[in-house]
């Protein structure tokens, strides 16, 4: 079955510190990952997306990683600021679909503190 | 930046009542998707429309669903009797390819 998995479910951290979230997925066959960040009552803003190819992907202060051969990912935030609390969510396509392509994990809530 | 508008943010309605929710994909976007996030859950694909007709939905998307492309620019979801648990935030998204995904910000839906 095709299943996404983050760790962890929650994270509170202080503002200016790093944080690293990680995605476990069980999706065959894969096309692409993607993280995105939901705001409370907002739709997902896509954040990175990587390929079979791609080991790494930056934006900004957010560096996601992807291993396919253990497939697994990680979205690392450096220097967190206030703004950055919000759901970070992973999501994996299917191969050559539209619509259900789009495979989402439960999300990480980050909390950022001052 | 071009945008994914749906409207009405949030939507109230009574049991077994029909409720149409409304967006407006990007204009050059070809592919046009419904999700919905039900409080607390993740986001399930509904379904996914391109060339005039639903190309890919959910077990979720069943007879109560409809969706339509009723003039080139809108795109709207027709729940036809709604039951409490349609309560839920509906996300339109479309994409060019299949490949580059835009969400609005979401249509709340209260069903009291």
């Known amino acids: 079955k095709n299943q996404v998995e983050q760790s962890p479910q929650s994270l509170i951290i202080l503002e200016g510190k790093n944080c690293t979230l990680q995605c476990n997925y069980t999706v065959s066959p894969f096309s692409n990952l993607r993280w995105y960040k939901q705001d409370t009552g907002r739709g997902p803003v896509s954040l990175t997306i990587?390929?079979?190819?791609?080991n790494t992907k930056s934006n900004g202060r957010y560096t996601a990683t992807l291993d396919a051969d253990t497939k697994q990912s990680s979205l690392h935030i450096t220097a967190s600021q206030l703004s950055d609390s919000a759901s970070y969510i992973c999501v994996v396509a299917n191969r050559h679909q539209a619509g259900t392509a789009l495979i989402f994990g439960k999300g990480t809530t980050l909390s950022v503190s001052s | 930046e071009p945008e994914v508008t749906q409207t009405p943010s949030h939507q109230v309605t009574q049991m077994g009542q029909e409720v149409i929710l409304r967006c407006v994909p990007i204009?050059?976007?070809?592919?046009f998707y419904w999700y919905r996030q039900i409080l607390g859950q993740k986001v399930e694909f509904l379904v996914s429309?391109?060339?005039?007709?639903?190309?890919?939905k959910s077990e979720i998307f069943d007879d109560q669903f409809s969706v339509e492309r009723p003039d080139g620019s809108n795109f709207t979801l027709k729940i036809r009797s709604t039951k409490l648990e349609d309560s839920a935030m509906y996300f339109c998204?479309?994409?060019?390819?299949?490949?580059?995904?835009?969400f609005g910000s979401g249509t709340r839906l209260t069903v009291v």
């Open positions: 204009s050059n976007h070809l592919y």
């Open positions: 990587m390929t079979f190819s791609e």
């Open positions: 429309f391109y060339n005039n007709e639903i190309s890919e």
């Open positions: 998204a479309s994409s060019v390819e299949g490949y580059g995904y835009t």
